[in-house]
Every structure is written in C-alpha cells, then in structure tokens.
C-alpha cells in the first residue's frame, strides 16, 4: 500500500456508530442529513482525520486518497443494484452513503451542481454511478467503452475541488478500474515547450453535446507554474493550431504513461484532487442481475481558485456559471 491508501478495518466500529448517528434516510430531509454529516466529521478518528487533513492542505503525487476497508452492509442486505435513477426518496441510508458524506464533509463544502445542459441528476449532492442500459459514451453510466481522461465540470467556474466515489459493489470481473493521471507525476515527462504552450492558453472547451456552438474557456495547465493545476477532456477541447494539437497530445500521452488503476471494490471511498488529476474508466461487462457496480458520487468545494462565493450552504444547488 502507498501512502495514499489506507486501510480503515481498524477504525469500522467507531465509523459504524459514525454512520448510526446520521438520520436514517438521507433524502427526507438531504440539509438536515449533510448538516449532521458535516458535525460527525469531527468525530472521525483521529489518525484518519489527519490524514483527510494532510491531503486537503498539499495533496499528494498520486493525486488521490483511498480509503479502504471501509464498514458496507452485508451483501443480502445491500439493495440490487439499480438500473435507472434517482433513488426513491424514502430508501434507508447506505453505510457508503454515510462515509461519503462524512468525509466529504471533513474536506469542504458538499455542493449540488447545475451543469448547464439539463443533467438533473447532478441536482442533487449525492450522486448514483451504475451502468445503465443506454447510457451517452461519454457519461459515468457506460460500461462498454472506456471513459477516457477527464477533469469533472471543467467547464463550470466553481469546478469541484474534490471527487468522492464510494463503493457498495464492484464490477463481476474486477476489470472496471478508475484511472487516474496525476499532473505531478506527468508534468516532469512533458517538453518545457509543450510546458509554455499549455500554460495559462485558453481553449474553448465544448460542454453540450447537443449544442455544440456553447463554448466555455478552459486552461489545461494554471495556477503555480511549477506545480500546476490540470484540466484535461480531449474529446471537447477545441485545438486551433498545430501547436495545440501536439501539445495536447503529449499532455495526453503523458497522463497515459503516469496512469495508476484503482479498482473499486465494496468498502471503498476514493477522494480525487479534481484540480490534480485527470481520470477515466475502464471498460467492463454489465450483467443487470442486481450485482452490478455501484458507487456512490459527491462533489466538495474548498476555498482554492474562487470555487466559494462566502455564505454557501452544503447542500444548495450552485447555478450554472460557465467558465471564462
Ligand atoms: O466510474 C468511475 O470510476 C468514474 C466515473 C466518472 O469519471 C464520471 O462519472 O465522471
Ligand atoms: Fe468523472
């Protein structure tokens, strides 16, 4: 295990009575449930608390954390698995469910998102990952094709800080990995020309496939100069030069060479650095026998690159705000 992983079986009882604490269905009343979620998070044990702490003050170069060996209910009384979405408001809460929230509440704001093209099923904090029958290839429910690199609302001007995916199963065949590309580890691999081309250059970036004349600006690297942010989606970055192109490209390939797999299994929570890291998935086989893979998805804001406005509440849903 690197130190980006940690195994929490040590810690399962305190964070089982975590979870028991929490009001036992979630979406009755979603304020009131994040609100205790966010209370809860000082009761997190000590040494995992820290760590969360340690990660959301630097980062690290893996560009993630993940927290293993998390507490899940036992396999007969996990829900099947759904195959369309949104949960019914009434369904009991998940232990993956509560230790989203509760670390998601140790690290910053707990944010609902409007995404600008009609994804109503980003209003909502707390997000469902499953496979779906007729999924768009390029949304989280596609199974069959890879989901290539990406940087999560890159196009939004309050971008989430953080990714949280937790996991309640796995896929059947242990094929379904997230992959990570961390800036850290890609940055010493790219030209010190591809460096200066990328750095601070505007890119229009499409964000509507089904509109797409809507255009925001996007800079794949930013911030400090020497340990960069990323932001990265080939498919609708917009090259407008020859330039452009090679150095995405190498942007592209050097991610690819950096690319640490983390397969979810049941007990699972992955914190991303969504600033720090591009990410994708594999491809993997659905069966739709109640079994398939299911995460759970929450989106946190902290005070880094004006994501915060002052007097946010966890849980509001923040408008769409297109990036420039
Ligand atoms: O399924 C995963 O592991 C990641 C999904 C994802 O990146 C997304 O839905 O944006
Ligand atoms: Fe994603």
Redesign the pocket.
Known sequence: MTSSTIDCTPYRAELLALAAALPPVPRADLPAFLAEAIRLADRLPHQLRRAIDEFNADGNLDGYLLLRGLPVEPEAVLPPTPVSGPPPEDRPLLAMEAMLCVVGGALGLLTAYDQGYGNRRSLTVLHE?FPTPEAHPL??ATSTTQ?EF?T?LSHHARQPNY?L?SCSRGDHEGR?A?LIGSIRKALPLLGDQVREHLYDRVFTRQFDAEDLALTVNVKPLYGAQEDPYVSFNRSFLTAETPEDLAALDALSQALTQVVEPVL?TRGDLLVMDNFRIA???APFTARWDGKDRW?H?AYVRTDRNGQLSGGERPGDVVPFLPRR
Do not use: K, N, V
Request: aromatic share 0%; net charge positive; hydrophobic share 45%.
């Open positions: 990952l949304s989280g989901l990406h999560d990714i995916l379904a997230t979810l990410h994708g998935r995460l998805r």
